[in-house]
């Protein structure tokens, strides 16, 4: 079940001790909303205050607050994010099961349903039969067994009250029978029924108090116990999944098959394996270089083609704008008494003229020097143009042919299969094509473009695991790429074997037929562990690279020569 399923299942199924179906809704949203916030951040959705919801919230505020979730890092990964969040759900309906089975208060919630049951008068007679079983069921409520109840508080309520009171309106009630008058002994009659119902509702609802203060205090406790355990142990998953996404992650590409192995102990799936030859290649910059140099990027050639691409032009325009007296455009209408033209302010001299004045005035329709000047705004424009622009090939597919001979038993075997999972997991990362073969005298294959399903990593960690400790015939390996080479998958791959070389010479149609397929551009690489190799054989390849294990420099000097070849122009390095 995929992990929305598994949310939507909560939703609609989960025990009603988890909350309405509306609570557990909004349970799973706020979960959402605290792990991968959405804008505002400063509104976060509020938890449901039941004592499960309340957990969640607190499991997760102490969650991000770990160095392994904090900054953007949950974020970042919602696949992971979600499958936190299912585990928490599954968490709380499994710890709920749990504590439905230790429940130790049943047979005191099965004694309430009872009494709820029963008349007032019923109870009244129970309590007040004195040394009968019947009564001692009150005195000696059957709350929690003794050797069950370790911290949990007896029921606290008050039975020698309510016996007191049960009696006291019973000899009432006896006391006004033998008085003889029919109308008072009907009055006290309804008084005792009424007086004993209400001491009945009372009585009930104290014991469903403490069972419910009692029982919450219990469970309250019981969960926060499992919520420590779970938290660890969703703390370690986390480690866990961290580690597995570094060293995985391209091999797996599924968050969530990450996070299943992340559950599971390292030394029985064989990831102490995988993390060896990590850590190795971690240390020896030199196998890094060669893991990434390799693939038809190396030595593509620079391809051009026209691209569209916008271009942004500021262009200077003029505008007119208001200026200072002086600079005189023309003539304009106003009231606006600092520019009006002298003719106009002749009207206020002559008296009869004066209201003609006011009334343009008020109607702004006095002639006036209208004052302007121009100044000069940038503005943007955006053009496209035609530029060229540099197309590379892409990387190619790359086959690997790791020496697992006898006599590369020890460190050249580490190196031959440190350099195997590098270049796998770089093929992975880069979506490229990869295909191994472990050779001695017989080989072994595996395919890593369809490397997807549960059993895929297995499959890498027995083909790691592989030692023939036999002779070293590299004629099969190189034969069997060949053939690869003729697949439309690894028709443009790179070639590149691992091993001491400490092997007869090639024969003679395999040598013409490597020879061919280097005509067609593709590269056989060799990295010669040690200094004893046949170099007939190593001949036959374009790069050869050496890595002597008696030399401390040689990590040093495999990366001179790696750099060599990388600084070189595209054909001289494919020659």
């Known amino acids: 079940m995929n992990v929305q399923n598994s949310r939507r299942r909560f939703e609609k199924f989960a025990p009603s001790a988890l909350g309405s179906e509306s609570d557990r809704k909004q349970l799973v949203d706020a979960l959402d909303d605290m792990i991968l916030p959405v804008e505002p951040k400063e509104e976060p959705i509020e938890f449901p205050q039941n004592n499960f ?12 607050a770990r160095d392994a979730l904090r900054g953007n890092y949950a974020e970042s990964h919602p696949g992971l994010a979600e499958n936190i969040q299912t585990d928490i759900l599954e968490w709380l309906q499994k710890t709920n099961d749990e504590l439905e089975k230790e ?6 919630a099965i004694f309430i349903e009872q009494q709820k049951k029963l008349t007032a008068q019923q109870i009244a007679e129970d309590i007040a039969r004195k040394d009968s079983l019947i009564r001692g069921k009150y005195c000696n409520l059957p709350s929690v067994e003794a050797a069950r109840r370790g ?3 007896e029921s606290n309520v008050d039975f020698d009250f309510y016996q007191r009171q049960f009696e006291e309106e019973r000899q009432k009630f006896q006391r006004a029978s033998k008085n003889g008058d029919k109308p008072k002994q009907n009055k006290y009659s309804e008084k005792y029924a009424e007086h004993i119902e209400i001491l009945r509702r009372n009585f009930i609802a104290d014991l469903e108090k403490s069972l419910i203060e009692r029982q919450n205090a219990w469970e309250i406790k019981r969960i926060d116990e499992r919520r420590r355990k779970f938290l660890e142990e969703l703390y370690q998953k986390i480690e866990n999944f961290k580690r597995l996404e570094k060293l995985l992650l391209p091999f797996i590409g599924d968050l969530g098959r990450l996070w299943d192995l992340s559950n599971r102990p390292f030394e029985d799936s064989g990831f102490e394996l995988l993390e060896t030859y990590a850590k190795l290649l971690e240390n020896d910059e030199s196998l890094q270089e060669l893991a990434k140099m390799l693939g038809r990027q190396s030595r593509a050639q620079a391809l051009f083609e026209k691209e569209l691409r916008d271009k942004i032009v500021i ?3 003029w505008h007119p704008k208001p200026a200072w007296r002086g600079e005189i455009n023309g003539i304009r209408y106003s009231n606006d008494i600092a520019s009006v033209v002298p003719s106009e302010l002749a009207l206020l001299r002559n008296p009869a003229a004066k209201k003609l004045f006011q009334l343009k005035f008020a109607q702004k329709q006095l002639l006036s020097f209208d004052y302007q000047n121009d100044a000069a705004e940038n503005t943007e424009e955006t053009i496209q143009e035609e530029v060229s622009v540099e197309k590379k090939e892409p990387k190619g597919p790359v086959i690997i042919c790791a020496d697992t001979s006898g006599s590369m038993h020890g460190t050249p075997e580490n190196i031959a299969k440190t350099i195997t999972f590098a270049l796998a ?8 094509k990869c295909y191994l073969i ?3 005298t017989g080989i072994e294959t595996l395919d890593l473009s369809d490397f997807q399903g549960g059993s895929a990593l297995n499959r890498l960690v027995q083909f790691l695991r592989m030692s023939f400790h036999g002779g070293t015939d590299a004629g099969p390996a190189l034969a069997h790429s060949l053939k690869m080479l003729r697949e439309e998958n690894y028709k443009s791959a790179d070639v590149l074997m691992v091993s001491d070389f400490v092997m007869g010479s090639l024969a ?6 490597i020879e061919a397929e280097k005509a067609k551009n593709t590269c056989f690489y060799s990295l010669v562990i040690g200094s004893s190799g046949n170099q007939n054989t190593i001949q036959c390849f374009n790069h050869n690279w050496t890595y002597d294990m008696n030399d401390p420099t040689a990590p040093r000097r495999l990366a001179e020569q790696l750099h060599e070849v ?3 122009p595209p054909r001289e390095a494919a020659t």
């Open 53 to 64: 919801a309340q957990a969640a919230k607190k499991t997760m505020e102490e969650l991000l």
């Open 103 to 108: 429940n130790p208060f049943w047979e005191e």
């Open 508 to 513: 003679g149609d395999l040598v013409q037929a």
């Open 438 to 440: 472990s050779f001695s």
């Open 425 to 432: 997991k770089i093929a992975m990362e880069e979506k490229r």
């Open 315 to 317: 262009k200077t325009e």
């Open 566 to 568: 990388r600084e070189r």
């Open 151 to 153: 911290d949990i508080a």
